[in-house]
């Protein structure tokens, strides 16, 4: 029985190389024991009851922690080191204190990592800015916890506290990530090109995470960005992470660079394996000279001192000039056998670029393993260690005894058991796999919805703390639990007209002090935009409205979307053959976006007659597509009404309409300055130097400034009962003198892809900016607005150089929701930046209330964003 066991825990792990930073986040044992004493080693320990085995997170055996010898120098490189035994993908990495029961004081300001992949050779982990150090705790007890990016691969780890005076440090360390299955332990590539054109800036397609060596402008030995889980974007100049420079999710080749017309990448892996397929992930922007490659051969050596075997596997692609998207290519590599892989990619065009390869593969059998009954449990720990390791082997050896070696009767009747076993199981996987196939299919057709009634919301087994900036955040450790719905208070819509908080009497005094106070809707003043009776939770008489992305959902009033015809359309038909196509600003489901000159689009205003009048105008159009079906041109028909009848200076106009023929267009304002989000992340805050060295810059007024027309522009759509729903810097555009629109663009552009929750890949809703409710109930209100409110205005002081919660994965971020359900006090708050102010965050808490009721109005806060504007002049 024993023995069925061990044989059954050495079947083989599937090899699933595309590994997702986001997910690969599993503690990795230091907490849970699985890492074992013996693999924890230290440079030195202060005393035997402070050894590297008590560096365990959460633990408090021994005397609390690892402390190294003596006072730690800055000079001094003490280090815990922990043996993982095989590959791992580490994204994350927990450390603490020396917590000892509340007797303990010692722990680790700083500290940086090295790490290595065979123990032979080791690597300093550098951020994607080349920094090498990391801010630890600041307490004995809390942990905090920190995204490696990029992530790391590698079997060994050494953890080195950093100090700057010497002092007493001990440490507790957790790392997180997944087994890296790929087995992948270095690649060979020659270095990338830069694409360099006039008045632009210049795309540098280099492997700047590579950690290996560099000779002849070539690299080998490391691994780098084509196997650090990120994919790149349609538009190779774009990027998912912040304050890189364009080009840099990309490795990429000039065709005119290589003689051969192909380039050639060698791969080197951790054993000898079985190779099933190669996924690589390739721009296919071929308006820019980009497409993915023209063919590939592969050849393969079973070790790596012997030769390459003769006979290649090689595949042709089907080029396609109609789909710009970036995409994963499967090569299929027919089960050869090898440990190194060199394979030749073909151009099929001016410039190759790739951003993710990985391997499908099953550990060959090299040698038959007997597996016997282990005599003792440090054997038994062995075992199951190397369980997955040995896989292959001892199916061979089952095989081999079965086919060709003589065995008595009893030991043969126990290995056809197993063998029966171990068929049956499968069998069993294979049906459950088939099965969820099915289900998921089934889920695809239906109406989605992330969390409907009974959602899952997953919740903690142990707490820890992230540290932002100097501000504590409480965060949990997942298992699960049932979330209900809530009581009839957050549903019926006989409680809109909730009684709103009256403003004290002191309100005007403190104002400018810097606490915050809602201003009283019981007196008139200029800066109220609708009348106190306006419900404050606007629900009733909702519709959704689908805009062309396909899934964008607009929540307006049911009223002015009745039988709609092209006659209710109240602005002017532009003439379509005006219009110049200038860029594709995004694209959707049912249509496209696009930047355009309009010629004589002030005379079809009918604007006086000025020498400006003839120049063509900067515009956006939205263009649905032909080929769409009744209810997408149904729903575009009556965006359109409802656009030409929005009319508020922070809103974005519609100007025109191209309804009389395929396909149909809107034409709204598009200014000088494109987006927010843009505008900001390329400025830094005013300064002495920033203004000496002409460094774009915005000072704390014209961030207030901004704020405040946000705030006039969703006063005036809450006063129209309009939900918009994808509030945020992106859907925000800035004109001359820091003015601002609001908009509706950013789901259908592919630059804020990563902002959007994902279903099947396709871009769903904008989770990091939406209010409990909307997330776990579906509820879209006036009050949800407000909540996306705060994160945009935490974005503009950040100066969009941050995505909101940065630190946690799409599924924390929905997790965090059920905190708020719950309300018991641990749910993760964004945490105050070092450019806002006190009375400006304190507004921010106000919109992120749990309870709606407890959210301040559009009028409030652009109310008390006046007189924060007058206190600052």
Request: glycine share 6%; proline share 4%.
């Amino acid at each position: 029985m024993i023995l069925c066991m061990l044989l059954l825990a050495a079947l083989p792990e599937p090899s699933s190389a595309e590994v997702n930073p986001a997910i690969c986040r599993y503690p990795l044992g230091m907490h849970e024991g699985t890492i074992r004493d013996e693999d924890i080693t230290a440079s030195s320990q202060w005393y035997d009851s402070t050894g590297p085995q008590y560096a365990r997170l959460q633990r408090e055996e021994g005397d609390g922690a690892w402390c190294p010898a003596g006072l730690l120098q800055p000079e001094d490189v003490q280090f815990l080191q922990i043996d993982l035994h095989k590959l791992f993908f580490i994204t994350l990495i927990g450390t603490q204190g020396r917590h000892a029961r509340a007797t303990g004081k010692e722990f680790a300001r700083a500290y940086r990592i090295d790490y290595s992949r065979n123990g032979e050779r080791w690597i300093s982990w550098k951020d994607r800015q080349g920094r090498q150090v990391i801010q630890g705790n600041i307490d004995t007890y809390d942990v905090v916890l920190k995204d490696l990016r990029p992530p790391i691969i590698a079997r060994y780890i050494r953890v080195i506290p950093v100090t700057e005076l010497p002092m007493t440090v001990c440490m507790r360390v957790e790392l997180y990530g997944c087994i890296w299955f790929d087995g992948l332990a270095s690649y060979s590539i020659p270095e990338g090109g830069t694409i360099a054109a006039p008045g632009s800036p210049i795309i540098y397609l280099n492997d700047s995470t590579y950690d290996g060596f560099q000779e002849r402008r070539h690299l080998y030995g490391g691994l780098g960005q084509l196997t650090d889980g990120v994919l790149g974007l349609d538009d190779f100049t774009q990027s998912h992470q912040y304050r890189v420079w364009p080009g840099y999710d990309y490795v990429g080749w000039k065709n005119e660079s290589f003689s051969t017309g192909s380039v050639d990448m060698e791969f080197q892996f951790d054993r000898q394996r079985n190779f099933t397929s190669m996924k690589v992930h390739c721009n296919n922007m071929f308006s820019k000279g980009v497409k993915i490659f023209q063919k590939v051969e592969c050849l393969f050596k079973p070790r790596l001192i012997a030769e390459w075997e003769a006979e290649p596997v090689g595949v042709s692609t089907i080029l396609d000039d109609k789909n710009p998207s970036a995409r994963f290519v499967t090569i299929p590599l027919n089960q050869r056998v090898g440990k190194a892989v060199l394979c030749r990619f073909y151009f099929a065009d001016t410039w190759m670029m790739i951003s993710e390869i990985s391997f499908q593969s099953d550990m060959e059998n090299v040698n038959p393993i007997v597996v016997t009954l282990a005599t003792s449990t440090a054997e038994l720990l062995d075992a199951e260690t190397n369980a997955t390791e040995a896989a292959w082997e001892t199916t061979s050896f089952i095989t081999s005894t079965w086919i060709g070696e003589k065995a008595d009767d009893s030991s043969t009747s126990i290995l056809v058991g197993c063998l029966v076993a171990i068929i049956l199981l499968l069998l069993i996987i294979i049906i459950i796999i088939l099965w969820k196939q099915y289900v998921q299919k089934r889920l695809e057709k239906a109406p989605r919805r992330i969390l409907e009634e009974d959602a899952m919301v997953r919740l903690s087994f142990y707490s820890y703390t992230i540290v932002s900036n100097q501000n504590q955040i409480h965060q949990s450790n997942p298992t699960y639990e049932r979330v209900f719905p809530l009581d009839l208070e957050y549903h019926q819509p006989a409680t809109l007209l909730q009684k709103l908080p009256e403003l004290s009497q002191s309100a005007e005094d403190s104002a400018c002090s810097g606490d915050y106070a809602e201003p009283d809707l019981t007196k008139s003043t200029p800066h109220q935009g609708f009348q106190n009776n306006v419900p404050h939770y606007a629900e009733t008489d909702i519709v959704s409205l689908q805009g062309v992305t396909g899934n964008n959902m607009y929540a307006v009033p049911a009223l002015t979307v009745d039988s709609l015809t092209k006659k209710d359309i109240s602005v002017g038909e532009f003439p379509r053959q005006q219009l110049r196509l200038k860029e594709k600003l995004g694209e959707g489901q049912f249509g496209e976006v696009h930047l355009c000159e309009a010629d004589g689009l002030l005379e079809f205003l009918g604007l006086s007659s000025t020498e400006l009048t003839n120049q063509p105008v900067l515009v956006a159009v939205k263009m649905l597509r032909s080929n769409v079906n009744k209810t997408a041109r149904n729903d575009f028909l009556k965006e359109i009404k409802i656009m030409s009848r929005l009319k508020d200076p922070n809103i974005i106009r519609l100007l025109g309409v191209c309804v009389r023929d395929d396909p149909l267009c809107m034409i709204t304002e598009y200014m000088e300055n494109g987006d927010l989000n843009q505008f900001l992340s390329q400025r830094e805050i005013c300064s002495k130097f920033a203004i000496s060295n002409n460094i774009p810059c915005v000072s704390y007024s014209n961030l207030l400034f901004m704020a405040t027309q946000i705030a006039s522009g969703m006063k005036y759509l809450a006063s129209l009962n309009f939900v918009h729903r994808d509030l945020a810097t992106r859907n925000c555009l800035v004109g001359n003198s820091y003015t601002i629109k609001i908009a509706d663009f950013g789901m259908s552009r592919n630059l804020y892809s990563g902002d959007y929750y994902r279903i099947q890949g396709r871009a769903v809703l904008p989770i990091r900016w939406m209010a409990w409710e909307s997330i776990l109930l579906g509820k879209f209100t006036t009050a949800s607005d407000v909540w996306a409110f705060g994160v945009t205005l935490w974005e503009m002081f950040t100066l969009c150089k941050e995505q909101p919660y940065s630190l946690l994965s799409d599924e924390q971020v929905i997790e965090n929701t059920g905190e708020f359900f719950r309300s018991q006090g641990r749910q993760i708050y964004l945490s105050q930046t070092p450019l806002c102010p006190n009375s400006v965050f304190d507004l921010m808490l106000k919109c992120w209330s749990r309870d709606i009721k407890d959210r301040p109005t559009f009028d409030m806060i652009h109310h008390f964003l006046v007189e924060q504007m007058d206190c600052n002049i």
